[in-house]
């Protein structure tokens, strides 16, 4: 009988009867109470528990209508046979508070935030309402494990067109983002294989797992500095040549040659050329990519629509030179593509049809109206302020001449509802810098706003 003790509560909104009836039915499906048990009469349960046998009554009646159990006329009720394993419905008395880890700031200075008022939401819908139709119900079918050919065969189209890359569809993967698809590339070689990363450097790389393999490379106005990696043990190293991130910095010409001549030189030797942002361009020419001046199928390129659509459609892909593609193919065999179909072709019908081409150009002129208001306001009002990494991207760096820490710094705009990010947190080993550096992205903040929140950053740093 112990084990039916429950608490039972008379103040909760559902009747005494109620709760009986889901504990016991709780007990009876999780085994607590074994099959062809019987139960205590209505008399004895109402007095064990303290409450009157009509509530009872009332439990055990339902779940005999339910077939939880079985009346023997002047014996008992027993619990039945359960043969199939029957939905749970979990009754959560109060609701659980769970604090959430979305902070809201006046301002966020995120790199990776992207504007949000410039996505054409009316062209989006049409697509999703003409897809989520029965003539698509193919698409409720698992796909093609690369990603769709549809898609591919536009980003082909578009990396062509824009970035002189030269590509088939079947080189290309699509995935849930580039935190997810750099894994699979490193699969693609040797466990012990040592791969450099630029430092400072993107942080959603691995470096935890890769601990054992990374070998840290600096990075100075020219971009990665590859005599340093040609002196090192690395077989693979993971670039950002046309906009390095953080620092902003573009890998020279002379760097890109010597890099590829590094490639060549050892058929175990590969770069992954992540271009992430080279949409956006404030100043100079377009910079072309890496692995359409590679004549030896050296380079994995790869990019996200994170920044020319938005973070949280989780559309990424890499283009990976002819080489490894059976290779990829065998390790690869049983995973299936991580974005929906759906949302893959829809992307695709907006790219087909010249949307993704006029989205683009609007958001140019958009990010460089913001990106030359964030440089005028500091030049005008903080002369101080050292901005760097000005030529490309969603974040400029600004340096601090300031007496105090990074940390304070950073603590007291997060006083004012302020939020910047601190270059120590894309240093992968020390490196020596002057002043506190921040990296001030612009993409989320307004443009009538941008004025508003420098000062008020500045204004928190000395108060
Ligand atoms: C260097 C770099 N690569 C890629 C990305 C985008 O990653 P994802 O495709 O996972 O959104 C970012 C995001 O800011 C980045 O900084």
New binding site residues.
Partial sequence: MDLLLFALDKNNDKPLYEQLYLNLKDAIIQKQIATGTKLPSKRQLAEFLNISQTTIELSYGQLLAEGYIISKPRIGYFVEEIDELPYIEKTISSPISIPSPVESFIFDFS??KIDENGFPFKIWRKYAKDLLDESSKSLLQIGHRQGEQELRAQIARYLYESRRIHCNVEQIVIGS???HLLPMILRLFQDDSKLALENPG?S?IPRNDLQHRAIPISVDEDGLVVDELENSAADLVYI?PSHQ?PTGAVLSATRRTQLLKWAAQNPTRYIIE?D?DSEFRYIGKPIPALQGLDQNDKVIYMS?F?KSLM?SLRV?YFVLPLSLVPKYREIFNYYSATVPRFDQHILANFMKDGHFSKHLNRMRKLYRKKHDKLITVLSKNYPNIMVTGDVAGMHVLISVPSALPESELKARARQANINIYPLSKYVLAPIPYEHPTFLLGFGGIPLEKIEEAVHALMNSFTH
Wanted: charge should be negative.
């Fill in positions: 790199p990776g983002g580039t935190e993107y959603a950002t991130f992540d992430y996200t994170t973070p990424a």
